[in-house]
Nanobody, 123 residues
């Protein structure tokens, strides 16, 4: 079992920044991927970014490339999502998730999920 707890959401103006944190605990192995997803009411949960737990390789959705950065602090077992140049369309509940597969973006391959944290970007 893997447990994930997100924090760091909030309200920010357009162009501002936020850093989300995902505290990871339990039986997570080097072959796992930890990802961030987001969801707005009435829409599918969508992939934002992921990082390979064992090697640090990252991947991003085109909509956030160049603005968001995912990173990992192995000493704290925490994954971060630094979000810069935020836009109103980034408003969503952001979820941290873990998959036992490497480098996947399909949400159905992620078995473990946090409770989510709300990010609201005002125009």
């Amino acid at each position: 079992q893997v447990q994930l707890v997100e924090s760091g959401g909030g309200l920010v103006q357009t162009g501002g920044s936020l850093r989300l944190s995902c505290a990871v605990s339990g039986r997570i192995f080097s072959g796992y991927t930890v990802g961030w997803f987001r969801q707005t009411p009435g829409k599918e949960r969508e992939f934002v970014a992921h990082i390979w737990w064992g090697g640090g390789t990252t991947n991003y959705a085109d909509s956030v490339k160049g603005r968001f950065t995912i990173s990992r602090d192995s000493t704290k077992n925490t994954v971060y999502l630094q979000m810069n140049s935020l836009k109103p369309e980034d408003t969503a509940v952001y979820y941290c998730a873990a998959s036992s597969m490497i480098g996947v973006t399909d949400k159905t391959t992620y078995a473990y999920w946090g409770q989510g944290t709300q990010v609201t970007v005002s125009s």
